[in-house]
């Protein structure tokens, strides 16, 4: 017989897995924490020794807890898809043990966003498929399809998915190629701008009007541009666990947040923050000199 002790502690081992996962479906980790304590206290109700397979019971659970959140959330009519923004995890860019750990749970903004946009069951789907490899066999069940439907569901995500830029090269590399769009745009130097940039650069905007998405290095010129001049201090931060940018104003207050995707030596993908009120419940890094 299994002592509650022992589950305690199985339990335990699963949480990062769970956390993670939930974190990829509910973009949201106070969500994905609260679908973690859920699955447990579903866990202590159950006739522990009727589990055969702990890690698969639970992949289930948390998976119906997520996408009846989701599907809660979609009910909702004064949520919108730009309110219901995913949680991010900014950094300072170092490579210590501390934020190795805090990242590792974390997905590239610009995927976060798109899975975003997805149908709960579609997003689900795709998320245990293709992230978590569970069988389809699996997250029919869990979706209430059959096994044909839940592969036509992550198949539909995967399509709507593909075109998400997706980061390529180690992290010194992706820096390098930041760190030389960040000393281009303060010197003005837009030619330099034009060889870190790729031609069809997809920028996703977020700000107080709204969301914009522009594609093409001609927005982001012009970008800078008009920024010419402004008395901001900018550094290069981490932003779920991808080189990012993150500038604050004379006063100290965060301005705009940066997620830069690279790839083959380029910047081929951004998602701008400058909504002052997002920007205000982040937990940010603070400005050099502070």
Same mark, same amino acid.
């Given at each position: %017989?299994?002592?509650?002790?022992?589950?305690?502690?199985?339990?335990?081992?699963?949480?990062?897995?769970?956390?993670?996962?939930?974190?990829?479906?509910?973009?949201?980790?106070?969500?994905?924490?609260?679908?973690?304590?859920?699955?447990?206290?579903?866990?202590?109700?159950?006739?522990?020794?009727?589990?055969? &397979?702990?890690?698969?019971?639970?992949?289930? *659970?948390?998976?119906? +807890?997520?996408?009846?959140?989701?599907?809660?959330?979609?009910?909702?009519?004064?949520?919108?898809?730009?309110?219901?923004?995913?949680?991010?995890? *900014?950094?300072?860019?170092?490579?210590?043990?501390?934020?190795?750990?805090?990242?590792?749970?974390? *997905?590239?903004?610009?995927?976060?966003?798109?899975?975003?946009?997805?149908?709960?069951?579609?997003?689900?789907?795709?998320?245990?498929?293709?992230?978590?490899?569970?069988?389809?066999?699996?997250?029919?069940?869990?979706?209430?399809?059959?096994?044909?439907?839940?592969? %036509?569901?992550?198949?539909?995500?995967?399509?709507?998915?593909?075109?998400?830029?997706?980061?390529?090269?180690?992290?010194?590399?992706?820096?390098?190629?930041?760190?030389?769009?960040?000393?281009?745009?303060?010197?003005?130097?837009?030619?330099?701008?034009?060889?870190?940039?790729?031609?069809?650069?997809?920028?996703?905007?977020?700000?107080?009007?709204?969301?914009?998405?522009?594609?093409?290095?001609?927005?982001?010129?012009?970008?800078?541009?008009?920024?010419?001049?402004?008395? +901001?201090?900018?550094?290069?931060?981490?932003? &779920?666990?991808?080189?990012?940018?993150?500038?604050?104003?004379?006063?100290?207050?965060?301005?705009?947040? %940066?997620?830069?995707?690279?790839?083959?030596?380029?910047?081929?993908?951004?998602?701008? +923050?400058?909504?002052?009120?997002?920007?205000?419940? %982040?937990?940010?890094?603070?400005?050099?000199?502070?």
């Amino acid at each position: %017989m299994t002592t509650e002790s022992q589950w305690a502690q199985a339990f335990e081992q699963e949480r990062h897995r769970l956390l993670a996962l939930a974190y990829r479906v509910l973009a949201s980790w106070s969500d994905a924490e609260d679908a973690v304590q859920e699955a447990w206290l579903r866990l202590s109700r159950q006739d522990i020794d009727a589990i055969d &397979n702990l890690q698969g019971w639970l992949t289930t *659970v948390i998976s119906r +807890i997520c996408i009846d959140t989701l599907r809660s959330r979609a009910a909702r009519p004064e949520v919108s898809i730009d309110q219901d923004f995913p949680d991010l995890v *900014v950094t300072d860019d170092r490579d210590t043990p501390e934020e190795t750990a805090v990242l590792s749970d974390s *997905v590239g903004l610009a995927l976060l966003v798109v899975l975003g946009s997805l149908r709960p069951d579609e997003r689900l789907a795709f998320v245990l498929h293709d992230m978590f490899a569970v069988p389809f066999a699996e997250i029919g069940p869990i979706v209430g399809r059959s096994a044909e439907a839940a592969k %036509m569901l992550a198949s539909r995500a995967r399509r709507k998915v593909q075109d998400v830029p997706t980061p390529a090269g180690d992290r010194r590399a992706q820096r390098e190629v930041v760190d030389a769009f960040l000393a281009a745009a303060r010197d003005g130097d837009f030619d330099a701008l034009l060889r870190v940039l790729d031609p069809e650069v997809s920028w996703r905007q977020h700000t107080v009007r709204g969301v914009t998405v522009t594609t093409g290095s001609s927005a982001v010129l012009e970008a800078v541009r008009r920024g010419q001049g402004a008395r +901001i201090t900018v550094r290069r931060v981490l932003v &779920n666990g991808e080189p990012g940018i993150l500038g604050w104003g004379p006063t100290g207050r965060p301005l705009a947040l %940066m997620a830069c995707t690279v790839r083959s030596g380029r910047l081929v993908g951004i998602v701008s +923050i400058s909504d002052p009120v997002r920007l205000a419940g %982040m937990e940010l890094p603070d400005p050099p000199g502070a």
